[in-house]
Every structure is written in C-alpha cells, then in structure tokens.
C-alpha cells in the first residue's frame, strides 16, 4: 500500500510547485482513505513514473475512498485553489468511492485520469471513477473542475447502487465519451 490515511485534516501532495508526490509501484492501492475526513490529495501522480511518461501500476485503486471517509477533496476545490492530480496507469480504478452510504460529501475536481503529462492513454485497468455513496460530487461549476476521464479500460464513470443514490451523487462539466481512433483523447475531452 502506498500513502495511508485515517484520521482527519491531512494533505497529500500540495498546489505549490514540487509538493505533489509519485505514489507508483506499490502492490495494492496508491493512496487509501479509512473513515478519514477533511482531507486533501492534490498534485499528485498517482500510477505513473515520475516524468509520467510511462505507466507504473499501483496493484489496486489509484486512490480508495472506504470506511466512512467525508468530506476530502480530490483534486481542485474552488476557483484559483489548488491542482488536480493525475491518476492513471493503476490496475484497479482510479478514483473509487466505495463504501456505500458511508462515504459522503466527497469532492472528485480537476484530475486527470487515464492519461500521461503528454495526453497519451494510460489507461486505469477496472475504469476511470466510481462512486458509491451519497451527496458526492464529480467536476464542478468551472472550468478547473473539470475532470478529464479518457481511455481507461472500463467505464470513465460508474454511479453505483442502489439507485436512489444517483440522485445525490453530482458529475458536472467533466465530459465522459469515447474518442475516434483518429483523434487523440484532449481533442474529445
């Protein structure tokens, strides 16, 4: 496991030049939040070599949301206020949400995910983000919300079940579709 979190008020990484870390390599997931809280994880590159040239899988999730983690922030959280992070190359998803109701009021901004520093695919083995849980939101109202999700192996983003909890969980301005084979991924994105 790479960078394990569980209580509240951390950061991983940071918005300013040289405070983002490779979490790459490791045998099951990059960064792991456990009932964690208030937590930021920016600027990071998550599955990738430190150039982010090449794929460097983390044997799990990029980054697992699980036990009852609230209220963190996965990249940008507002206008002008920190960096998105790049999560690709990962053999699980990258961004996964997964303890149901548990994992509530969630932030997922301004990331990157299936791609390298040069927008070539780098795709997350079971897809790009998935969320299982109640009044999480993916992307934003602005343009830095948004995240890009192009080229994973799976789907680039799974709402889970049951079904109500659609109606809570927000994507908003972070395009989601498949690229012709002629065009490279920015260029749908």
């Keep these: ?54 794929a460097l899988a983390n044997g799990g999730d990029g980054i697992r949301l699980d036990t009852a983690s609230s209220s963190n922030i996965l990249g940008v959280a507002a ?26 009021d969630n932030l997922v901004a301004g990331n990157l995910l299936g791609l390298d520093g040069s927008n070539d695919l780098r795709p997350n083995g079971a897809g790009g983000i998935a969320v299982d849980g ?3 939101t993916v992307g934003g109202t602005f343009a830095a919300a948004r995240n890009v999700v192009s080229g994973n192996s799976q789907a ?19 395009p989601v ?7 490279r991924p920015t260029e749908c994105c």
């Design 1 to 54: 496991m790479g960078v394990v979190v569980t209580g509240s008020g951390s950061s991983v990484g940071g918005s300013a030049a040289g405070a983002g870390n490779v979490i790459s390599g490791n045998t099951s997931h990059g960064v792991s939040l456990g009932g964690a809280s208030n937590v930021v994880i920016q600027g990071n590159l998550i599955g990738l070599t430190a150039d982010s040239s090449a």
């Design 156 to 174: 680039g983003l799974t709402v889970g079940s049951p079904r109500w909890w659609w109606a809570t969980t927000l994507a908003r301005t972070s």
């Design 79 to 104: 206008i002008g206020t920190g960096v998105g992070n790049t999560i690709s190359g990962n053999i699980g998803y990258g961004v996964n949400l997964v303890s149901g109701a548990s994992d509530s």
């Design 177 to 183: 579709r498949p690229c012709p084979a002629a065009r």
């Design 134 to 136: 109640l009044n999480n």
